[in-house]
């Protein structure tokens, strides 16, 4: 009996930790490509966060990207473009992804995640002055504050 009570009680804590962690966490971003060519200038942002309409119209406007011209070559966009559309978050909605596209609208196409009401519920306390000292700089410096980000982990480090 009480086996049988503790297996039970392994069986509720493995759960609910992985259910707890499932919603902090999304799959890393794991192709050379899009490691390098968006990791250059930013993280590499997991695909997760955006439907794949989202990067399809990103790759579509690389050379107005943010402002910046990101522009890569053409086997290079269609490289990239493959992974993150095959990998978005309404064809995969694993773990964060699920309450990230929750808002997405149907047929919508938003180009960024600081837009997603989770998000924004997430960091309404950040202030410019708690992104300099973090040495954040900027609300979309993942890193500076969850340091697995680029493993796809965003719990609060």
């Known amino acids: 009996m009480l086996r049988?009570?503790?297996g039970a009680a392994f069986l509720v804590a493995v759960h609910a930790g992985s259910a707890w962690a499932d919603q902090d966490w999304v799959p890393p971003v794991t192709d050379p490509a899009t490691l390098k060519e968006c990791g250059e200038c930013?993280?590499?942002f997991q695909p997760a966060f955006l439907p794949a309409r989202s990067w399809d119209k990103m790759m579509d406007t690389?050379?107005?990207h943010f402002g910046d011209n990101a522009s890569l070559p053409a086997d290079t966009t269609a490289a990239i473009r493959a992974y993150l559309t095959a990998n978005a978050g309404d064809v995969r909605p694993q773990g964060l992804a699920r309450s990230f596209m929750a808002w997405v609208e149907p047929g919508g196409a938003p180009q960024r995640l600081t837009e997603n009401p989770d998000f924004r519920r997430e960091h309404?306390?950040?202030?410019?002055?708690k992104l300099q000292r973090?040495?954040?700089l900027s609300i979309v410096n993942c890193p500076?504050?969850?340091q697995g980000?680029?493993?796809g982990w965003y719990d609060d480090d």
Request: aromatic letters at 0%.
């Open 4 to 6: 049988a009570c503790l």
């Open 149 to 151: 980000a680029d493993r």
């Open 134 to 136: 973090s040495g954040a």
């Open 62 to 64: 690389l050379d107005d």
């Open 42 to 44: 930013h993280m590499a």
């Open 144 to 146: 500076a504050c969850h």
């Open 124 to 129: 309404r306390k950040i202030t410019a002055q």
